[in-house]
């Protein structure tokens, strides 16, 4: 009995954290300074609202809320997604936490875009999100760039990028 419950929840983990590999980047969090540096770069004031994609275990999130920001957070993970939204619970009046595929959903408005993805998808984040009419806002990428584009600024491994043209 507690073996085939032990296999049964090792299946759910594998297939939760192995599904989501079709549609994006592995769950990998971003570190404390890097958290700290991507919040600093956003350069938001209080009130304004960031929008992460693909929020993990919703450490950005949870900061962005104690800055004073509303931030939204899609997550395709459903253990990730219950996990943040439990974690983010006292922020509720900042925090959204959608559970879903972000490529696939139309985007919030809102003041800059935090992402931790992978490289061959900077292209594809690009085109959604002028799709999205969201390219006055800042984005925000830790650790990979775009090929053809420089960065405003960077720190500590997080680049600011302005997609404006
Ligand atoms: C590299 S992790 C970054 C997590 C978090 N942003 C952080 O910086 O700590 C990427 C996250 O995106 C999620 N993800 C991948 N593809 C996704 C998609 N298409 N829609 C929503 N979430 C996705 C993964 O489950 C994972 O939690």
Same mark, same amino acid.
């Given at each position: 009995m507690w073996l085939e419950l032990l296999y049964a929840a090792t299946l759910v983990i594998v297939l939760c954290f192995g599904l989501v590999l079709v549609f994006g980047p592995p769950y990998l969090p971003t570190m404390h300074r890097q958290v700290e540096a991507a919040i600093k770069l956003? *350069? @938001?004031? !209080? #009130? /304004?609202t960031l929008l992460e994609l693909g929020s993990g275990d919703g450490r950005v999130l949870v900061a962005a809320a104690q800055a004073g920001l *509303?931030?939204? #957070?899609?997550? @395709? *993970? !459903? %253990? @990730?997604f219950i996990f943040s939204w439990l974690r983010t619970r006292r922020y509720r009046k900042q925090v959204r936490v959608v559970f879903g595929n972000f490529w696939q959903m139309s985007w919030p408005?809102?003041?800059a875009i935090y992402v931790f993805l992978l490289p =061959? @998808?900077?292209a594809k984040l690009e085109q959604k999100i002028n799709a999205e =009419? %969201? *390219? /006055?806002? !800042? %984005?925000?990428?830790?650790a990979f760039k775009f090929k053809d584009l420089a960065p405003v600024s960077e720190e500590a491994g997080v680049f600011l990028y302005s997609l404006k043209h």
């Open positions: 956003a *350069n @938001l004031k !209080p #009130g /304004q *509303n931030v939204v #957070g899609y997550e @395709l *993970n !459903p %253990l @990730l408005k809102c003041d =061959r @998808l900077m =009419r %969201l *390219n /006055q806002v !800042p %984005l925000v990428s830790f």
